[in-house]
Structures are given as C-alpha cells and as structure tokens.
C-alpha cells in the first residue's frame, strides 16, 4: 500500500505539472496574439523576452519542474524545497521554443481543453485512496487475463 501511495503522490504532482504546463502555454499564446509579447518584429532580445514573461507571472522551467517533484521530494525528505525564479533566457524555453504555427486560437482552445481534463482527473485521484487505486488496477488486471 505505501507503494501505492507515492504512486499517488507521483501521479499527482504529475497531472499539477502538465494542468500548469498547458495552462501557461495557452496564456502564453494569448500573449503573443494581443501583443503583450513581442516576439515577430525582432526587436526584442531573448534575454528581454524572458524578463518580459517573468513580469507577466510566467512560470519558469525550473518552477514548473518543482510541481512535478514537490511530492516525491516532500516524502523523502519530509519537507519541500523551495525554488527560485532566476529568469535566465533559457527558463522560459518551454514557450520561447513553441512553433509559430502553435500561436492560433484553436491551440489555445486545446490547451485549456486538455488542462481542464487533467485537472479532472488530478481532482478524482484527489477523492481516491490508495486502495481504490489499487482495486483499480486488480480489475484491468482480471478483465485482461
């Protein structure tokens, strides 16, 4: 059962990871198309850009990274670590590197769908226990054999 639990745990901060993930790259999108963030006229330098995101609030790589092990890093070590934004050119390449043909409405739309979708799924595995999951997993297995 204590395996299931950090299973849990993982699954978790896994799906908070994604949701956030998505979540900052529809904002991001966003950004860039009611031109907050200047990204086409090549004014801008890389390092302006991700001083730029990180006054609009954006999420660094590393603090997005944090989401996904806060809760592995928390049951071994009985508490968090903290993490600090240094707002390098490279923290935000999770959203500098998107495709300019990502930068759409419909893609926007799609990331707020599937955001929603893990957010749901975060929120039921939130209402389950480790048992459930458990059970969860001896029915896929007796279906399957």
């Known amino acids: 059962m204590s395996l299931y ?12 990871y994604e949701s956030a993930l998505m979540r900052n790259k529809a904002r991001f999108i966003k950004s860039v198309t009611d031109g907050e963030i200047d990204l086409v006229s090549g004014r801008q330098s890389r ?7 990180n006054e609009l609030g954006f999420d660094t790589n590393a603090k997005l990274l944090s ?12 508490s968090q ?10 923290d935000f390449d999770y959203l500098l590197n998107m ?9 926007i739309e799609g990331l707020h769908a599937d955001a929603n ?8 595995l939130q209402k389950s226990t480790a048992k459930d999951l458990w059970n969860d997993d001896l029915d896929k297995l007796a279906s399957a054999l």
């Not at 989401?67 to 009985?78: E, I, K, P, Q």
């Not at 670590?81 to 490279?90: L, M």
């Not at 495709?99 to 893609?107: D, H, K, N």
């Open 5 to 16: 639990e950090d299973r849990m745990s993982v699954l978790r901060s896994e799906m908070n």
């Open 99 to 107: 495709p300019i043909s990502s930068l759409t409405s419909e893609r």
């Open 117 to 124: 979708k893990k957010d749901a799924e975060r929120d039921k």
């Open 81 to 90: 670590e903290v993490v600090t934004d240094f707002s390098s050119a490279t």
């Open 67 to 78: 989401l996904r092990n806060d809760n592995a890093t928390s049951r071994r070590n009985g």
């Open 47 to 53: 390092e302006t850009t991700a001083s730029r995101l």
